[in-house]
Each structure stands twice: as C-alpha cells, then as structure tokens.
C-alpha cells in the first residue's frame, strides 16, 4: 500500500476501498465451511469460470440446460460416439443407383 501514489485515481480508490474491507473480504478463510465465493454456480462447480460459460447461465433456460447436460454427464450417458457419419453412409451405399 506504500506505493499506492504511483497508481490511477480509480485504482487507488479500489485499492483503498479493499484495505478498508479486507477483514470481511477474507473471512472465509477463517469460516469452517464458508464458500470463497458467492455465486453459486461457481461454487456447484467448485472453480471460478470462464466468462462465455458465465453468459451461458444468465437464464434459467441456460442454466436448465447446463445442469441437464452436467447430469448426463455423470450418468454416462454421454459418451464416445459409436459410429462415424461415414460408416452410417457406407452402409447406404448399396442402396445407391449409379448412373
């Protein structure tokens, strides 16, 4: 903090307003149990998260549809794709008329 003169208005400004709180923003350290953040999507995932997935959950239909996938996931259900598009289109080949 001794070098805070060197900085931007706006910088000093944040830097001072997080010494003036730093008791209350490092409290969780010291809470047994306490989330390090308070987003909950961030702590269901364990990890802070990359701004485009942040976007995906801004509706409830996104995060419908994350969650969905996430348990699929798990399930298993997804998985390696068994078959390639063009297996599937060789086996279409005898069906096919040349000329």
């Not at 996104?62 to 289109?89: D, F, V």
């Amino acid at each position: 903090m001794a070098e805070m003169e060197s900085f931007e208005k706006s910088v000093q400004k944040r830097l001072k307003m997080i010494e003036k709180n730093w008791k209350g923003l490092t409290a969780f350290y010291f809470v047994e149990g306490a989330p390090a953040t308070n987003n909950l999507i961030e702590n269901y995932y364990g990890m802070s998260l990359k701004t485009h997935h942040k976007k995906q959950f801004r509706t409830e239909r996104g995060l419908e549809n994350q969650m969905k996938l996430s348990s699929m996931k798990r399930a298993g259900i997804l998985g390696k794709c068994r078959e390639t598009l063009l297996n599937a289109y060789s086996r279409l080949m005898p069906f096919l008329s040349h000329g």
